[in-house]
């Protein structure tokens, strides 16, 4: 049965005047991997923070496991793991005292907070390092050493504010693949905030895009790509050459294929025209390339998906 762990209603945070979120609206179900995607100031630590009780509401309901972060902040706070995109630890003890600490913190007494621990740095590839003191580890490591800190007090939903902020790539498939298998095994609900769409997009189940503090979509790529897009469902790629390669024929083309009913975006990258329409016009573009004098070397149907995305929301603020 499908049992909603996270429930926002209408969520909304003003900053005075200013709205940081705006009606936020959205249910993640238990065992969920649900990446909360969106450009810088997009609304998403704002938030987390109302979900874990750290800031209050202006208006609308948070209910996290059944709880009011509000009301409830220490009910919440015994589900929720949270790792923030930089972990504090205690430099001068080891990882292992570290994880015994909170262990210890979370009433766990200490033999079984020392099992535990071990067997947690041994999950997220640290039993090696467990001896040498955190402030020696690297930033990926300090990372899979806050998803063990996380994971010690066996919390039912686990929040991840750009948990990949500053490692390299190698380690970031680590880390999001080692969450996968953490939600998977053990039933874990994940809400991971991002504003690296193709990380969000290898391990998230669904995705919430985002944007000046409103949900604009959700869904997996394709049926995000679908709700964005949907003014414009059809995506034509033409590939031109033109006999004499000048910057007036190009922009002619791009003119004289914007006049076609139907024809709603045209973007021209090199040689490649890329045209949004509302119905599918590719044979009278395929007549104006031709009737222009150029040559039309490809033309198809593309379907909508990650690369539109990024472009259209993500271009400016986020690293691939
Ligand atoms: N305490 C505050 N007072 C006033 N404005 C704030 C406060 N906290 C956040 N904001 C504003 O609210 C908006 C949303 O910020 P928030 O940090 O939630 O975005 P974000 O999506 O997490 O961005 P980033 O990816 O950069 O972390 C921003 O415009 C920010 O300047």
Redesign the pocket.
């Known amino acids: 049965m499908d049992q909603r762990i996270i429930e926002l209603t209408g969520l909304t945070k003003k900053?005075?005047q200013?709205t940081?979120?705006d009606h936020l609206t959205l249910s993640i179900s238990k065992g969920e991997i649900f990446g909360l995607l969106?450009?810088?100031?997009?609304?998403?630590?704002?938030?987390i923070l109302m979900m874990l009780g750290l800031t209050e509401p202006t208006s609308g309901v948070v209910k996290v496991c059944g709880k009011d972060p509000v009301r409830q902040p220490v009910e919440v706070k015994r589900k929720v793991g949270y790792l923030p995109d930089s972990v504090g630890f205690y430099d001068d003890y080891s990882g292992l005292e570290n994880l015994i600490y909170t262990a210890q913190l979370n009433g766990i007494n200490r033999t079984r907070a020392a099992d535990l621990a071990e067997s947690l740095l041994k999950r997220v590839g640290l039993s090696h390092d467990a001896h040498k003191k955190a402030g020696t580890y690297s930033r990926g490591m300090r990372q899979r050493l806050g998803l063990a800190d996380v994971l010690i007090k066996r919390p039912e939903v686990i929040i991840l504010?750009?948990p990949t902020l500053g490692i390299d790539p190698e380690g970031i498939v680590e880390l999001l693949t080692l969450i996968r298998e953490l939600s998977k095994e053990q039933g874990i609900t994940i809400l991971l905030?991002s504003?690296h769409l193709h990380q969000v997009q290898e391990v998230c189940d669904r995705i919430g895009l985002?944007v000046k503090?409103k949900l604009l979509a959700e869904g997996n790529i394709t049926a995000l790509a679908q709700q964005l897009f949907s003014h414009q469902p059809y995506s034509i790629e033409a590939s031109v050459v033109f006999p004499d390669s000048n910057g007036m024929a190009k922009q002619k083309l791009t003119d004289t294929i914007s006049r076609i009913e139907g024809v709603l975006s045209v973007e021209l990258d090199d040689n490649k025209y890329r045209i949004g329409c509302s119905r599918n016009v590719a044979p009278a573009i395929a007549r104006s390339i031709t009737a222009q004098g150029a040559d039309l070397m490809h033309l198809h149907n593309v379907e909508y998906g990650l690369s539109d995305i990024y472009h259209h929301y993500f271009k400016e603020t986020a690293t691939p």
């Open positions: 900053y005075g200013f940081a979120v969106g450009p810088n100031g997009a609304g998403k630590s704002t938030t504010d750009e905030s504003h985002f503090g």
